[in-house]
Structure formats: C-alpha cells, structure tokens
C-alpha cells in the first residue's frame, strides 16, 4: 500500500490542493482581453477567453479558460482565485464567471 501511495499519493494532493485554492484562494479582479468563439458542437459553442489579473505580488498574469454557459465580452471584469503560493501555476487558478445584466 505504501508503494501505491507514493506512486499516486501526489494526484490526490494535487486535487486536495486545487479544492482548497478554490474553496479559499485569494480573490481578485480580472478583466477579459481577448474572447475567440470555437464549435464545439453543432449545439452549443465554446468560447476561449483570455483574461489579466495582478497577484498579491503585484505581477500582471494572463489565464486563458473556456466557457460555453455565456459569451463574455472584452473588457468585462470577473473574480478569479489563484494559488498565492505558486501564482503562475495555472492549474490551480478558477474563473468565477459573472453574467450580464
């Protein structure tokens, strides 16, 4: 068992981490500088959208996340919560998308 865990241990501390980032990661503005329409189907499109945040460190970083619930447009602001750890690790960052009115 203990040969299993460290072959697979980190996978779950890797998903342990990541929920916690986005359970209680810190929250800040990022605005959307760039929005691409993809098919994925012939139901529902997909949009890439490319979006600025600064971190706690005062670094501008760009995310790149997909959503097909809504198009948002270029200049729109969102929250989005990232690892203050490693904030350039983009697997622990999570766009909270907020629609328009």
Not at 61 to 67: D, I, L, N
């Amino acid at each position: 068992m203990k040969v299993l865990d460290t072959m697979f241990g980190w996978r779950r501390r890797r998903r342990l981490r990541a929920r916690s980032v986005r359970l209680t990661g810190p929250q800040v503005r990022a605005v959307v500088t760039d929005v691409r329409r993809s098919r994925g189907s012939n139901v529902h499109d997909y949009y890439t959208v490319t979006l600025e945040f600064t971190d706690s460190t005062g670094t501008t970083r760009s995310h790149v996340a997909g959503t097909r619930t809504h198009k948002p447009l270029v200049g729109s602001r969102h929250w989005i919560r990232y690892d203050p750890k490693e904030p350039g690790r983009k697997s622990t960052r999570f766009v909270e998308w907020e629609r328009r009115r």
